[in-house]
């Protein structure tokens, strides 16, 4: 196996494509423990995305007992609102055939797509790593459909909404489109986004590898227990699928719960796994009291 520091570019983008291919069982090594068979699976999915808005949860007062929409089937989501931060497109006419000259330089050769190959080409000339959090929020504002690919449909219209009709004026968002997400309602947005992307197809739960890879991308410098709670869900004895629900409201406990866990209530009907988590950090808190 190639050291990571060996790869190219090309190299890992073949081996991310590779490892979606994969059966599930194969890939379930993609832990926290093994940073670069994750940087693998990252790579790809976080270029192109199933879109999907899932009803938005509103944090409970502190110290209120917490009353949720439960997201717990597909009927009852809804698109979350549209943030203020979005980008809306631009005013002027684009350059609809500069649009169409960059989708074919990455298109596939057998396809109307631009698949996992173009995309690795499309990070090389945006000079960013595939593995950046911000080829998620492009994704997002391209409403890509599946994961690996954009359609030239999503690419007009993502172009569009960016107000771009280049590649380098496309590069040049990048910056705002990272910073973004310290807006609340991008990020939320961006987040309830991301859960479809990594779905199996056919399936309405997230693999738990699948799951904890985006939440090491997602939650680092946006939720103080980030760290505890991909370090809780790597070792969690038994999880291998993470529901829709349990998705949505880490959202609102991260949100809603204070770091110290003094609002939180254990009856306020949080998935189970959030439960749990509640109890191991506050066992982790009270050691740390006493020490």
């Not at 996992?116 to 000339?125: H, I, K, S």
Request: proline share 6%; glycine share 4%; charged share 20%.
């Amino acid at each position: 196996m190639l050291k990571a520091a060996e790869w190219n570019s090309e190299a890992r983008c073949r081996a991310a494509a590779a490892a979606l291919r994969a059966p599930a069982s194969a890939r379930c090594c993609v832990t926290s423990a093994n940073p670069h068979a994750l940087r693998c699976l990252l790579a790809p999915l976080q270029v192109a995305f199933e879109l999907y808005y899932a009803q938005t949860s509103r944090a409970t007062p502190a110290g209120a007992r917490s009353v949720r929409s439960r997201c717990c089937c597909n009927a009852a989501c809804a698109p979350p609102d549209e943030p203020a931060s979005r980008p809306q497109a631009q005013r002027q006419k684009l350059d609809t055939g500069a649009v169409e000259a960059a989708f074919r330089k990455y298109k596939d050769g057998n396809s109307d797509c631009i698949l996992a190959e173009g995309v690795c080409t499309l990070c090389e000339d945006l000079a960013v790593d595939p593995g950046d959090v911000a080829m998620l929020v492009l994704a997002y504002h391209f409403k890509a459909a599946r994961m690996c690919e954009f359609s030239k449909d999503e690419w007009f219209t993502g172009m569009a909404a960016l107000g771009c009709d280049s590649v380098p004026q496309l590069a040049a968002k990048l910056p705002s489109l990272r910073a973004s997400l310290a807006q609340e309602p991008t990020f939320r947005a961006v987040y309830l986004f991301s859960f479809a992307f990594g779905l199996e197809k056919g399936a309405k739960a997230l693999l738990a590898d699948t799951a904890l890879a985006l939440w090491q991308l997602l939650l680092p410098g946006r939720w103080v227990h980030a760290e505890a709670w991909c370090a809780f869900v790597a070792r969690a004895p038994g999880l291998k699928i993470v529901s829709r629900d349990t998705w949505v409201q880490l959202l609102e406990f991260s949100r809603a719960v204070k770091p110290d866990l003094s609002n939180y209530d254990p009856e306020g009907a949080w998935p189970s796994l959030l439960d749990d988590f509640a109890e191991h950090l506050k066992e982790q808190l009270e050691c740390q009291k006493s020490a």
